[in-house]
């Protein structure tokens, strides 16, 4: 297992832990406990756990500093009104596999719809459109695939 998949596991084990979805660690404390650099830990919460991954991340800095994480809690058609709005005009293959991942992980989408979701986002769906237009194609069809779903 790679470090950051095991950073991104604890921490997820920390917010199953805590009933109120939410936990407040000490980037220092927890790359001394695992034995990492804090610059990892950054990479994994600005990575894996994002708003379009359903998350909320607050830091406070300083000797007493800490950054919570918050896993919002969602009704299926809220989380995906959470998604949509983050789409924006443009979308690149990375975050829509990410989106499609976290509306997998909130068990908002059935995954047969996902699948048809993912393969109507691909490149491959998008080989004949110029390059410069794929990504802007991409979030139109995103969101209205999404749309269909509420």
Request: hydrophobic fraction near 40%; charged fraction near 20%.
């Amino acid at each position: 297992m790679r470090l950051s998949d095991y950073i991104a596991n604890y921490i997820l084990e920390l917010l199953k832990a805590n009933e109120n979805q939410s936990v407040e660690i000490k980037r220092n404390e927890l790359a001394n406990s695992i034995g990492c650099v804090p610059s990892q830990i950054n990479y994994v919460i600005t990575s894996r756990f994002t708003p379009e991954q359903g998350y909320m991340v607050e830091s406070q800095r300083g000797g007493g500093g800490y950054i919570r994480i918050t896993r919002m809690c969602y009704n299926k058609e809220s989380y995906i009104m959470h998604v949509i709005n983050h789409v924006g005009d443009t979308l690149d293959t990375a975050t829509v596999k990410a989106m499609i991942h976290s509306l997998a992980q909130q068990q908002a989408v059935e995954p047969k719809v996902l699948k048809t979701i993912a393969a109507a986002v691909s490149n491959q769906a998008y080989a004949v459109v110029p390059q410069e237009k794929r990504d802007l194609l991409r979030a139109a069809v995103f969101k209205n695939m999404l749309i269909t779903q509420l």
